[in-house]
């Protein structure tokens, strides 16, 4: 299983950005993708996930409203519309692979993992 995160970049505060990630390899018939973002000297925290198939989705909390997940079942590529962006927003942006996106909490523990796109915010 390999994933392939990209898109990340600088943006001002307030700005938009999509990432994405591209999926290989996985052999089950459902599966979900995930994103977990890591900023310096903080822990990990779960971001968003979607189930391929349904395209059920679980946002975290505290970026409802800012963050949206999609998915594109022909490409096997799910995205993270990033919007109004904020200084604490920067992190690194993990994507995961994983047979269920529970849309209470997200992704349980994820085996496969990509390598992360790094999101700067700042002025």
């Known amino acids: 299983v390999q994933l392939q995160a990209s898109g990340g970049g600088w943006v001002q505060p307030g700005g938009s950005l999509k990432i994405s990630c591209v999926v290989s390899g996985v052999t089950l018939p459902s599966f979900a993708v995930g994103w977990f973002r890591q900023a310096p000297g903080k822990e990990r925290e779960a971001v968003s996930c979607i189930n391929m198939n349904s395209g059920t989705s679980y946002v975290s909390a505290s970026l409802k409203g800012r963050f949206t997940v999609s998915r594109d079942n022909v490409k096997n590529r799910v995205d993270l519309q990033t919007d109004s962006l904020k200084p604490e927003d920067t992190a690194v942006y993990y994507c995961?692979?994983?047979?269920?996106?529970?849309?209470?909490?997200?992704?349980?523990?994820?085996?496969?993992w990509g390598e992360g796109t790094l999101v700067t915010v700042s002025s």
């Open positions: 995961a692979t994983d047979p269920i996106c529970h849309l209470q909490y997200g992704l349980g523990y994820p085996d496969y």
